[in-house]
Every structure is written in C-alpha cells, then in structure tokens.
C-alpha cells in the first residue's frame, strides 16, 4: 500500500510549477499521488528513447541476482552503467556505488535512464519512484505486472513531463549503434547497424535481429515495447521516433493479437508514407493468426479483448498501409536488404507457399482476408465453458447478479423476450491506457456466434482516479439508444455504472461484462460475467482481495499442472492436429502454430517455457505435450535469450531418456549458446531431428505428423 508521497521537486525543477494534490479511485485501499502539469505533457519525454553511447544507467533492484548479471554482460559490451539503487544500503557493487534511493541515485550520479530489476509485486513501487525522481528514461522489464497498478502508473505519467516509460512485459530498449543494453537482450545476436525494430515480443524481436545480422544490415535502436496490456511505450509512438533517427533507414515492425497498436501503427505509416518521397521501408509480422478465441496466449496482454480487432484484420491494415508482412522473422533480414537496394517484390499472390524456397517474392506473407474489420465484441461476450479467457479469474451469471444486486441494489434476472439487449461493461481501452465504459447498442448478434459478429462496440475511457462523470455517462445513455429518457431510466444506468466501477475498483476487475435492457422505465441487467485479473492473485494480493465472492478459475486440468511449472499451455482444437509444440516466448510460441499451418500443418497446442526455462522445464513440457493422443511428432522451435541453448538440449536429452519417448522430436535451436545445443544434439545418439532453419525443420515435422 502506498502512503501519500510528496511528488514536488526543488526550486529549479519543473515540478516546482505543479500543483499536487492526493486523489483516489472510489473504494480503492491503495493510496496514489498524483499531480497535474501545467507545462508539456507525457509526448514530451518520447526524446527520451534515443539512448546512445553516452546514456547514463542506474539499476533498481542493482544488487539482486539477475541484475547483477545483467549488468556485467551490460557493462561488457560497452553500456555506461554508473551505480544503482538497493533501498536501505549505501555501498559498492561492481566497483560502482549503491545508494538507497532513486532521488539519491539522480543527485549524485545523474542518470539518463534506470533499468527495474525487482519481483512484479515490487515494480509498481519502483516505476513509482523513479517517476518521482523524475528520470527520463524508465525500462521496466517484470512480467505479470497487477493491470491495476499499471493503470495507476499512467494516470501518474499522464500528469508529467519529465519520464518516459518502456514496458512492462518487455526485453527493454537497446541501442547496437551505442552499445547501450537497457533490458535483458541477447548481446550476440546484436551488431550495429541500419534496421531500427520495434516488437511486442521478445523472441520474435530476437530471431528479427538475428536476421537482420545474418543479412548484413545489423540494427540501430531496437524498442521493445511488450506484450503488456497497458504499456508504458507504444508502437506509434516507437515509429515516431524510429522515423527521426538518422541511423536507421529501415524499420521491421512485430506484432500480436491483443490491442489497437497495430491498427494505429498502420494508420500513421499510411500518413508517413503519403507525406515522404522516400519513406523508409517497413516489414512486419503479425503473431496469433491461429490464436485460441478467448485465451491469453503467454503475455500477458495477448489476448482479444472486448471490440478488438483480430490478427488478419490487423495483417490486412498493415499491408493496406504499405508494410511488407512475413509468416517468420527469420526471413526480414534479406527481404529488407532486398527493399534497401530498391528492389521491390512483385507478383504477390494468395496461394503461395511461404516455404518453398526460391525467390523472396515467394516468402511473403500476404494473407488478405474479406477486408479490415471494424470493432467487434471478442469471446468475452459468450458464455459459453470452451470460450472463456481461462487465465484469469471468473463469476458466472449467478454470481454476479448476487453481487450486483448486494452492492447496488441492481434489477436483476433471465432475459424475457422482451426488449432489446444492450451491453454495458466496464474494462480497458489499451489504446488510453486507462478504464473505460465499453456500450454497444445492441447484443442481439452476439449471443449465437460471438466470434463472427459485426456489432460496434464503443469504448468510453475515464480517467482511473476520478471514475467516469456525469456527462459521459449522459453520452452513454445517447449511444445505447434508451427509448426511454426520463430520469428514472437515467439515473438507473448510472447507478449500474457506479456499481460496476466500485467492483472494478475493489476487486481489481479485468472486463466486467453485462447485458441489460429496459424494464418499467428502468435499466435491468438480463446476463452478467465478471472477469478479474489473476496476476494480482498471483503476486500474493491479500485473500480479503476476494471476500465474499466465490470466484473460479476455469482452466482445464493440464493447463494448471502447467503453470505450477511455469509454462503457459493452451491446447488447440482439431481432430486433425497432430504436431506438439515447445516453444520459449510467447510471439515465438504464436508465430510457431501460425508458421507450421502456412506449410500445411497444425499444431496441437501453444506451449511457451517461460523466460527462464531450465532443463527441468523442458522435460515437464515434454509430459504435458504427450498427454494429447493425437501428437504424432514434437517440434521444438527455441531462439535463445534468457533461455539457453544448451540448457534446452539437455532438457530434450532427459526427457527423451526419463519419458521413453515414442514419437519423433524435431529440434531447432538459435540464439544464445546455439551452437552447444546443437552439439549435445548430435552428440546424443538419440532419434532427433536437428536443424538451425526453421523452414527445414519445419517441413520436417510436417513429413513425420502425416506417416
């Protein structure tokens, strides 16, 4: 819990000019400062990302573990790294100092960026104060972050001008150019160069660099903005800086379901790309084609959230602005030195194979489906078991008309038959990065075939410590189109708004789903699904956190004998699918299953190892796999960063040993330690397949799962 903390600098500082001032969301227990700027605004710090040679670098969290390892590798390869925080200590750590604040730290060893190297429960305090201490550059790299306490954060950054934030969920920023590494990336894939990248996730952003390098084209400044669900940086504000930096001349984009970004990033290259003669070329990638509806897929924001667009729509955006789409990132590296050299691709059709091999035209992605989207409400809308967004936590109908109707005094009950259903709920607009009221006139579409709906639905976003107000819930009431606008129908839509952002507010809600129509002159509320966010569970939230609500989780039994592992495991539908996957990261996992069905096969589930898979976790992975009859081969697709290469091999060697295994295994390792992973692969003597090119390892799994 955080205490009222004074935000207001020195004389000289901007903060001096602010005027502060302590307010809470309704019902909160967390006490938030906040202040409001009378000069600049959060846009002002984007100049912030252009880390060089010469950025100064703190450590929070400078003494632990991985920081500690994480800057030695870091001040190796050339990072100017000039001390750090450990709160409650003054001393030495590398032969650099240790102080016991972030204010501290930015006096005396004045910092252009901190790196937050603490537990997810701890980061919210960390990014806090060094927001406090105003550092301009934040990279916060935690995953599993509570979504409330990022909603806080930026209501706190909204207010400023000082700090920029990059992440949460993110590998960080890191300049090749400057040898500046603020994140966790792997260091043998960089070299310097003319690709400026910007990722949500880190494998992909990895294999790009790694392509980029193998091409001859290197990287200039590489922004990872995460797969969180309300990031500190996003990717249109990544290209407007990419689009200033002298020393990158071309841009590789990667993407994933979950948010609007790549819809707005496809929006602003249409503009760039209309007001430049010679703009600079763009690759993308899109993960999470053949996502499960309704499921988070590893990060924690990769999921498609009420009236969110899907990967073909976001695919189909992209290439209508111009962006050259790919099915893997190993191939941006030559079709960007391709576009460099002024040699654009012709003859692009929708039948191709992207892995035969030939000429680059042939390699694209170019998935055009019936035309973009609009907005659409996503499987949060039905209730149905096989659709529900199983890793957070739930109330179901019963439940939650109980709480409304305790809290609020809420009208609450089956549908009749009578009226028209509306829907109303409360959750997040991640392009705000703030709450919102989500309204759509009508739910008739939705009930029967969730995933195939056009139904608009409109988000309404509210500042989080003030709730919404009077006038846009006045809008709101205009957009559902009440036949009924006497104050009682009114006021009773207000009162079921206030009821559902106190729940929200309380007990830390995720998408707080209803259903209503007009009753009498009244609002009643006919279906009704809560949905709370499990990280804040998972970090060690008080059980008081959840009083009096019964709440489920609904995870099938092998996914939660996963995550006791560490491993997100969704398994797919399909009688036909017949290839297991392992996979370290979360894009990597997506782009796999999306990778494996363009060559014509179909993965059985997405499996992602985690950041710090060990031998261990590569073995459980392995049984979880093999307990789905229908594998008849299991491809493992690996490109090292935290996760080793090594390590992976010798997880595949015990498993292999200790699991008698019976199917074949297909093996492709890349990135960190590559080439002794490999080598214990070969050395072996088992029956794996070992390749380092994922399209050859691929058509081989695909051989092995049709005999």
């Not at 500690?68 to 001393?91: E, H, Q, Y």
């Not at 707005?264 to 053949?290: C, D, F, H, Q, T």
Request: aromatic share 6%.
């Amino acid at each position: 819990m955080y205490q009222q903390v004074k935000l207001c600098s020195p004389v000289h500082s901007l903060r001096s000019q602010w005027a502060c001032r302590l307010q809470t969301p309704p019902n909160s227990r967390r006490f938030f400062t906040t202040c409001q700027s009378l000069l600049g605004s959060y846009a002002d710090t984007l100049p912030a990302l252009r880390i060089n040679s010469n950025t100064r670098v703190i450590f929070q969290g400078f003494t632990g573990k991985q920081a500690t390892a994480n800057a030695k590798d870091s001040l190796a390869w050339g990072t100017k790294i000039v001390g750090g925080v450990t709160p409650g200590r003054t001393a030495e750590h590398l032969g650099l100092p240790v102080l016991p604040s972030v204010r501290q730290a930015m006096e005396q060893l004045k910092p252009d960026a901190t790196a937050i190297y603490v537990a997810a429960h701890q980061a919210p305090g960390a990014i806090q104060e060094a927001i406090e201490a105003e550092v301009p550059l934040i990279v916060a790299v935690a995953e599993h972050i509570p979504v409330h306490d990022m909603l806080r954060i930026h209501s706190m950054l909204k207010t400023q001008s000082k700090s920029r934030l990059v992440g949460p969920n993110s590998p960080g920023i890191i300049s090749a150019i400057g040898k500046c590494r603020i994140g966790f990336q792997p260091l043998p894939c960089f070299s310097p160069g003319r690709v400026g990248i910007i990722a949500k996730s880190g494998t992909l952003s990895y294999e790009t660099v790694a392509s980029t390098t193998r091409a001859g084209l290197g990287q200039s400044l590489c922004i990872g903005v995460g797969g969180d669900m309300a990031p500190g940086t996003d990717m249109v504000e990544a290209l407007s800086v990419l689009e200033q930096d002298p020393d990158t001349e071309a841009i590789a984009l990667i993407g994933e379901i979950g948010g609007m970004g790549e819809l707005e990033a496809a929006a602003w290259i249409k503009e760039y790309n209309a007001r430049n003669e010679s703009p600079k070329p763009i690759v993308g990638l899109i993960a999470g084609v053949n996502e499960a509806p309704g499921r988070i897929m590893g990060h924690s924001g990769a999921f498609t959230f009420l009236g969110e667009p899907d990967a073909k729509a976001k695919i189909t955006a992209l290439e209508e602005a111009g962006v050259t789409l790919v099915n893997h990132p190993a191939k941006i590296g030559d079709i960007m030195k391709t576009k460099l050299r002024g040699t654009a691709e012709s003859g692009m059709t929708n039948g191709f194979n992207p892995f035969v091999s030939g000429t680059q035209r042939r390699q694209l992605h170019s998935m055009r489906g019936p035309g973009r989207r609009p907005l659409v409400a996503g499987s949060f809308v039905h209730n149905t078991h096989q659709h529900q967004q199983r890793q957070s936590i739930y109330l179901d109908a019963n439940q939650c008309f109980d709480e409304l109707r305790a809290r609020g005094g809420i009208n609450c009950g089956p549908y009749s038959g009578h009226g028209t259903r509306r829907l109303l709920a409360v959750g997040i607009d991640r392009s705000a990065r703030s709450p919102a009221i989500l309204v759509g006139p009508s739910v008739e579409d939705w009930i029967e075939e969730a995933q195939r709906t056009t139904a608009p639905v409109k988000s309404f976003p509210f500042d989080y410590r003030r709730g919404p107000d009077d006038l846009s819930i006045e809008r709101i009431a205009s957009h559902i189109q009440l036949s009924n606008k006497g104050d009682s129908a009114v006021a009773s839509l207000r009162r079921l708004i206030k009821t559902l952002t106190n729940l929200f507010y309380e007990k830390e809600g995720l998408l707080l789903t209803t259903h209503i129509v007009e009753r009498l002159g009244e609002i009643k509320v006919v279906h009704a699904r809560f949905a709370f966010d499990q990280a804040t569970f998972r970090n060690g939230t008080p059980p008081d956190k959840i009083k009096a609500m019964q709440v489920r989780a609904t995870a099938e039994p092998a996914e939660i004998e996963a995550e006791k592992s560490g491993i997100v495991y969704v398994k797919l539908a399909g009688d036909d699918a017949t290839i297991g996957t392992l996979v370290n990261g979360a894009g990597l996992a997506m782009n796999t299953v999306d990778a494996l069905a363009d060559a014509g096969g179909k993965a059985t589930n997405f499996l992602d190892t985690g950041g710090k898979a060990t031998s261990e976790t590569v073995k459980e992975s392995f049984r979880i796999i093999l307990q789905d009859p229908r594998v008849k081969v299991v491809f493992v697709n690996i490109f090292g960063g935290l996760t080793l290469g090594d390590m992976i091999a010798r997880g595949i060697i015990m498993a292999f040993r200790e699991l008698s295994l019976t199917v074949p295994v297909v093996v492709r390792i890349r990135g960190t330690n590559e080439k002794e992973g490999q080598k214990l692969i070969a050395d072996s003597q088992l029956p794996l397949y070992a390749f380092d090119d994922f399209e050859e390892a691929a058509a081989k799994a695909i051989e092995l799962s049709r005999k």
